[in-house]
C-alpha cells in the first residue's frame, strides 16, 4: 500500500500533504533510483502537478536533486533516520556482532527492521571483494513478500498483525520465480516457521539468492532479521544449514539481547 494510503481520511488533525511529501521520498528505491515527474505520478497515483509541487519542495529543501528531468534523493534524506538510529544506538550495539559474523562467514552481512510491508536496513558489515548488491546499505528498503529478509520478519510476526500485511499486499511478479498467489506466500511463511529460516532464490533479483534469519526481542517478538546475500548457485542449501545458519542464528540472538 502506498504510504499515504494508510491514512485515516475521517481524522481532520492529520496532514494528507505531508503524507504524499513522504510517500514521493519513499518512491525512490533500489529499483528506482531515478524518476521523472511522471513515473512517481504514475507510483503514487497522483496527478503530475501534486508530484511537481511536492518535488520542487523536497528540491529546495535539499532531500532531492535533478538532473534533465530525471530526480533522484541526496544524502540529506539520511538525516530522517539518524534520529532513530541514535536513539536506539543501534550501529554501536549491533556493529561489533555483525562484523563479527561476517568474518566467521565470510559474507556481507546486513540487519533489516520492519517497516509495514517493507524490511528498512539499518546496519550492514561489509567484507571487501565479496558480492554485495547497492540496494543492501543502511538506510534501504525492500518489500517484504519476495526477499528472505522481509519473510523471516512477516513469518513471526503477531497472526492478525501479519494477516492485515498479507491482505493488503499487491503482490507482483519482479522476476520469473516470484511468488505472486497469496496463498502461496502464505505457505511459505508456514514454513519459515517451522524450520526458523527464509531462504530465497532468485525472487527479488535474477540471479541473487538470500538467507535471513530472524531477530527476537523480549516474549519472542520479531525486531527485525540478519541475512546475507550471495550468487545463486554459490551454496547448495544443506551447506548454508551446517555452515552459515549456526553462525547467523548465534548473530540473531545477540542482536536481540542488546535491542
Known amino acids: 500500500m502506498i504510504l499515504y494510503q494508510r491514512l485515516d481520511q475521517d481524522d481532520k488533525e492529520v496532514s494528507s500533504t ?3 511529501g513522504l510517500s514521493v521520498i519513499t518512491a525512490f528505491d533500489g529499483s528506482n533510483r ?14 503530475r502537478a501534486a508530484i511537481r509541487r511536492l518535488i520542487r519542495t523536497l528540491e529546495q529543501l535539499g532531500f532531492v536533486s535533478h538532473d534533465r528531468g530525471r530526480y533522484q534523493l541526496t544524502p540529506r534524506v539520511l538525516r530522517l533516520s539518524r534520529g532513530f538510529l541514535e536513539t536506539r544506538s543501534i550501529p554501536q550495539v549491533v556493529q561489533p556482532v555483525l562484523r563479527r559474523v561476517s568474518h566467521e562467514i565470510g559474507e556481507s552481512v546486513s540487519l533489516a527492521m520492519p517497516d509495514g510491508d517493507e524490511a528498512v536496513y539499518v546496519a550492514h558489515a561489509f567484507v571487501p571483494n565479496r558480492f554485495s548488491l547497492n540496494m543492501v546499505t543502511v538506510g534501504s528498503r525492500v518489500p517484504a513478500a519476495p526477499t528472505a529478509v522481509g ?7 503477531e497472526p492478525e498483525d501479519r494477516e492485515a500485511i498479507l491482505d493488503s499486499l499487491s503482490l507482483s511478479a519482479h522476476t520469473a520465480n516470484t511468488l505472486v498467489g497469496r496463498k502461496e506466500l502464505a505457505a511459505a511463511l508456514d514454513t519459515i516457521r517451522r524450520c526458523g529460516y527464509s531462504l530465497s532464490a532468485s525472487e527479488y533479483v535474477e540471479g541473487v539468492s538470500s538467507l535471513a534469519l530472524p531477530v527476537f526481542g523480549g516474549e519472542r517478538q520479531v525486531l527485525g532479521a540478519v541475512s546475507i546475500v550471495f550468487p545463486s548457485g554459490q551454496y547448495e542449501e544443506q551447506e548454508l544449514k551446517d555452515r552459515v545458519f549456526g553462525l547467523l542464528q548465534r548473530a540473531a540472538e545477540d542482536i536481540g539481547a542488546v535491542l
Open 18 to 20: 505531508f503524507a504524499k
Open 34 to 47: 531515478e524518476l521523472t515527474i511522471s513515473e512517481i505520478a504514475t507510483k503514487l497515483q497522483l496527478n
Open 151 to 157: 519473510r523471516a520478519i512477516l513469518a513471526f510476526l
